[in-house]
């Protein structure tokens, strides 16, 4: 039931910036995790950030640059990435699953819930 439909991928030079958008319906804000995932050509599905209760938790990869919002009135996840690499292009997905009593942040395991994804390419 819970459906997710991301938009704002497109392609940026080096250093640039692009935000995500990711259209959720179906959920409970306080009963979900919610993250962005991306994953290249050849490589392995990478959790990029998660948030849950307005509790952030990011990958090494990004932190720094990349910050991930919730907006509980227009029930959006975003991702706001902030001076792009090349390394950075891949198709981002965002993603939920139901969060455990208790949680006190998400990681990257276990989301159950997949948008259709959206590309970033990073241009050197």
């Known amino acids: 039931q819970v459906q997710l439909v991301e938009s704002g991928g497109g392609s940026v030079q080096a250093g640039g910036s692009l935000r995500l958008s990711c259209a959720a319906s179906g959920y409970t804000y306080s009963g979900y995790c919610m993250g962005w995932f991306r994953q290249a050509p050849g490589e392995e599905r990478e959790g990029i950030a998660t948030?849950?209760?307005?509790?952030?938790r990011y990958a090494d990869s990004v932190k720094g640059r990349f910050t991930i919002s919730q907006d509980n009135a227009k029930n959006t996840l975003d991702l706001q990435m902030n001076s792009l690499k090349p390394e950075d292009t891949a198709m981002y997905y965002c993603?939920?699953?139901?969060?455990?009593?208790?949680?006190?942040?998400?990681?990257?395991?276990?989301?159950?819930?997949w948008g259709q994804g959206t590309q970033v390419t990073v241009s050197s």
């Open positions: 993603a939920a699953r139901p969060s455990v009593s208790g949680t006190l942040s998400c990681g990257f395991g276990s989301y159950a819930y």
């Open positions: 948030i849950y209760q307005g509790r952030e």
